[in-house]
């Protein structure tokens, strides 16, 4: 199995342990067996198939940072990291797991007992499959500006709005959809609410996107039409804290993003030493120009250095020591970084990097966004400059 890129020339991440090793070997088995065969026809469907996600519960792959009194491993980010590691590092963007991790740590670090206990042990079985609804038609980067509203009447509130982008929303049995409750634009006037999607009138999911890459991704539109949702599905003690939970959570997303982005570099890098191996032109292998080499050299090495930083940030993070503003260097370094080194390993590949058939290409399709979710590459740089 070569799907340890992570330890291309033997680098052990510091983080590690024997336990850790285990724990990746049988994830990487599970990635290498049970999804990489299915991953192009995923790719044609626009979604994975529903079974994968109760596959990830069962074998405990799910929530693997969640205490185990609410149905998690009682693991910390490290076995989550391992996860999203050996799925990006197979090329792998179908699976939206980042986005179900964090929907399940806004649960454990904002939600009330009862909530943990009502949602958490199904979205570690895979029963439920999380999503985040944030971003609207006009509102994405600015947060302050979205539409939804949710009105209190009685013992609920009337959901209306519409989202769009929503990784996950296709398979979405448990949504976190932040919502204006107060008429204001400041940050106490937006809350989030955890909607169970199964029968609920008014909810309708739109069209799967038709996206340049991670097709494999169900990333939709969500519309909610006088939607009737408990007010016990309220996030947290009261309303107004939305934006304060989103803030809270933001370096556990942005750092899943520079895990994916390393991961895919490390992969890139891997597959275009060997293709430039066997490739032969003017009677040599691509690999012996010098320009290749020295090419894969500059990669290796920026490569080396994401990974460095990135180890750093997970360490940090487990001991819970990572900053909102280290966080976003991470995700928007690290992104700039794949995508510039994808683009060079395309072009080692020469025309059959152009072509959907080799991974290359669909590695290089599937890293621009990761410049643009997450918070915008031009945002990370704000909050960065705020630390000036
Ligand atoms: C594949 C995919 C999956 C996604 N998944 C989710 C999801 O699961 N849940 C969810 O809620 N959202 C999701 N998103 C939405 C994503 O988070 C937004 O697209 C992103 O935050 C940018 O918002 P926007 O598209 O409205 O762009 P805009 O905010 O309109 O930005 C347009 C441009 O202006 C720039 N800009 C904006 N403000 C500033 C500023 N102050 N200074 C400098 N430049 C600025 C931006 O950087 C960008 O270049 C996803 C998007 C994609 C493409």
């Not at 491993?73 to 050996?86: I, N, S, T, V």
């Not at 169970?196 to 990333?219: A, M, N």
């Amino acid at each position: 199995m070569d799907s340890a890129n992570h330890n291309l020339d033997n680098y052990r991440s510091p983080w590690m342990d024997e336990e850790l090793d285990m724990l990746r070997d049988s994830i990487d088995r599970f990635v290498e067996s049970e999804m990489l065969p299915h991953d192009l026809r995923w790719r044609e469907q626009k979604y994975v198939d529903r079974a994968i996600w109760h596959r990830a519960g069962e074998l405990g792959f799910l929530l693997m940072d969640i205490p185990e009194e609410y149905g998690g491993m009682g693991g910390d980010f490290r076995h989550e990291a391992l996860l999203y590691e050996a799925v990006c590092g197979r090329g792998i963007t179908s699976f939206g797991q980042g986005v179900h991790s964090i929907t399940a740590n806004y649960l454990r670090n904002h939600g009330s007992e009862a909530q943990k206990h009502r949602w958490l042990p199904k979205l570690a079985s895979g029963e439920l499959v999380g999503a985040i609804a944030m971003s609207e038609p006009a509102a994405g980067s600015d947060l302050r500006g979205i539409r939804t509203r949710a009105v209190r009447d009685g013992g609920h509130y009337i959901l209306n709005g519409s989202k769009i982008f929503i990784t996950n929303g296709y398979h979405a049995g448990l949504i976190a959809v932040v919502a204006k409750t107060g008429t204001g634009q400041d940050s106490q006037s937006t809350s989030i609410l955890m909607v169970e999607t199964k029968d609920l009138p008014g909810f309708k999911v739109g069209r799967i996107l038709d996206k340049i890459g991670q097709p494999g991704q169900d990333t939709t539109e969500l519309f909610f039409e006088d939607a009737r949702v408990p007010v016990d599905c309220l996030l947290g003690d009261g309303e107004g804290q939305g934006l304060h939970q989103l803030m809270a959570d933001l370096p556990y997303e942005r750092l899943l993003v520079a895990i994916c982005g390393v991961a895919i570099m490390e992969r890139a890098l891997e597959i275009t030493i060997d293709y430039t191996r066997h490739r032969k032109a003017f009677g040599a292998a691509v690999l012996s120009f010098q320009n290749t080499r020295f090419e894969l050299a500059e990669i290796k090495t920026i490569t080396r250095v994401a990974r460095t930083f990135v180890d750093r940030c997970i360490e940090q993070l487990v001991r819970g020591e990572l900053d909102t503003t280290t966080a976003s260097m991470a995700k928007y370094w690290v992104t700039e970084m794949q995508c510039q080194m994808l683009d060079r390993c395309l072009q080692l590949h020469g025309g059959y990097g152009f072509m959907k058939e080799y991974e290359i290409a669909r590695l290089y399709t599937d890293s621009r966004v990761q410049r643009i979710y997450a918070g915008t590459n031009e945002i990370m740089k704000e909050i960065i400059g705020r630390s000036l």
